[in-house]
């Protein structure tokens, strides 16, 4: 008819509409055959729709990762030896206004059948585990914080300003003292007294800053929270343990890791688990940018660009690692320093740390890929890298001023 043909990379192949209670599963078979039944989501309702692709001889499944509801399925089907692929839900949208479940399993199952869609990067069994119990004590110590600024809320309710002496309130000397206006302490010179280490050169300011209204409903306050951040602690301790065990064969990387600046242990080990010990899934360094979201987007019509803002990626490694960034650049001899000033004079902060955060995904990538250490290249990189052309700047700008410049 005039058409284009495309050129068909499955003979049988299968789409499956993922939802939390049903599943959609359509099969091509042959060029023009196909078949559509519906699933539960029970154990047992999955291995009836393995057994039925079974018996089909199914050459590759696809769904679209749906919330949570993709994982018992894909696990399901990675015992049962099925090939599946999860898809980027953006990269599979059907034609406006068609939108039925079972239309949604025939448009994904006809995207596969063509090979019209990329498979997203679904790491092993293992390195999955280990991302759920990183992604989850990082959650615990996000709600930890929140409940220390509710205990700050607390203070300055009932005038107390510890926080302004204090640099840190859930430090040894905070907690003691908290505990000791818990238990029914309002002296502030009793209290001050609590103060452990440096925190007893600031005696006087302590008790300045304690002296203030307290009564039973902030001390009834303060040790619900108080009880809170300890159970989370007491978590995030016995976390931190089992994290230990399933990094035990990444000691070497988490070392590699570790003497990049910026990047502590409880960094690398977030790290590897969103990332993984392997760089072979990635085609190369600007791919593996690409998948984290920190290059700029490219949105270009009639010639001109419509957008430069970073894409959408694993939001879990651009968090990591615009926090090692902002930790990387309070080292004035290390290159991310130099780095971060010479992109924050011209495009500022905001960009300059993003772009800090795209070099140090560039140094974990050679990293793990050759398994060979950092090399620092100094916060003297630019000038003697430029050296010529760092010259001819600095007396270009003299010129401006009116200054007559004379190079010997």
């Known amino acids: 008819y005039g058409g284009v043909v495309m050129e068909i990379l499955y003979k049988r192949c299968c789409g ?17 055959k196909k078949e559509i039944r519906q699933f539960g989501t029970m154990t047992d309702d999955i291995l009836q729709l393995t057994k039925w692709l079974n018996e089909v001889d199914c050459e590759m499944a696809a769904m679209e990762s749906t919330g949570n509801y993709w994982k018992p399925v894909y696990n399901i089907f990675e015992d049962e030896e099925i090939p599946i692929m999860i898809v980027n839900a953006q990269h599979i949208k059907g034609v406006p206004g068609r939108k039925t479940d079972v239309k949604d399993a025939e448009w ?13 990067f679904i790491p092993n069994r293992e390195q999955r585990e280990l991302r759920e119990i990183t992604r989850y004590r990082q ?14 809320g607390v203070l300055e309710g009932c005038n107390l300003k510890l926080g302004s002496v204090l640099t840190d309130i859930s430090g040894k000397s905070g907690i003691a003292i908290l505990r000791a206006i818990v238990s029914g302490e309002t002296d502030p010179v009793i209290l001050s007294k609590f103060a452990k280490g440096k ?14 209204s307290i009564h039973p409903h902030q001390q009834l306050m303060l040790k619900h929270q108080l009880e809170h951040i300890e159970t ?35 960094s690398a080990e977030r790290l590897l688990a969103e ?5 072979e899934q ?34 879990h490694v651009k968090s990591v690692l615009v926090e090692c960034a902002r930790s990387a650049i309070r080292n004035k001899k290390s290159y991310f320093y130099s780095r971060y000033q010479r ?29 060979q250490p950092y090399k620092e290249l100094g916060c003297d990189y630019y000038s003697t890298y430029n050296r010529e052309k760092s010259i001819q700047r600095n007396i270009r700008s003299l010129e401006r001023m009116g200054v007559t410049v004379v190079i010997k």
Request: glycine share 6%.
């Open 232 to 266: 989370l602690s007491r978590i995030i301790e016995d976390l931190d343990s089992d994290i230990d065990e399933k990094t035990e064969s990444m000691k070497k990387q988490i070392q590699l890791l570790d003497e990049i600046p910026g990047i502590g242990r409880k």
């Open 343 to 371: 992109i924050a004079a011209r495009r500022g902060g905001n960009r300059a740390l993003i772009a800090v955060a795209h070099s140090m995904l560039t140094a974990i990538y050679h990293v793990l890929k050759d398994l």
């Open 139 to 152: 959650e615990l110590i996000e709600e930890r914080a929140r409940e220390l600024n509710r205990i700050q």
């Open 16 to 32: 499956i509409d993922v939802h939390k209670n049903m599943l959609i599963a359509c099969v091509f078979m042959g060029v023009r």
């Open 275 to 279: 990332i993984g010990t392997e760089m």
């Open 108 to 120: 994904i199952a006809d995207l596969v059948r063509h090979g019209l869609v990329k498979a997203s």
């Open 199 to 212: 925190a007893k050169n600031k005696l006087a300011e302590l008790q300045r800053a304690l002296k203030g």
């Open 282 to 315: 990635f085609k190369n360094q600007s791919h593996f940018s690409s998948w984290a979201g920190l290059v700029p987007e490219c949105k270009e019509s009639a010639g001109k660009k419509m957008s430069t803002r970073i894409r959408k990626g694993n939001k």
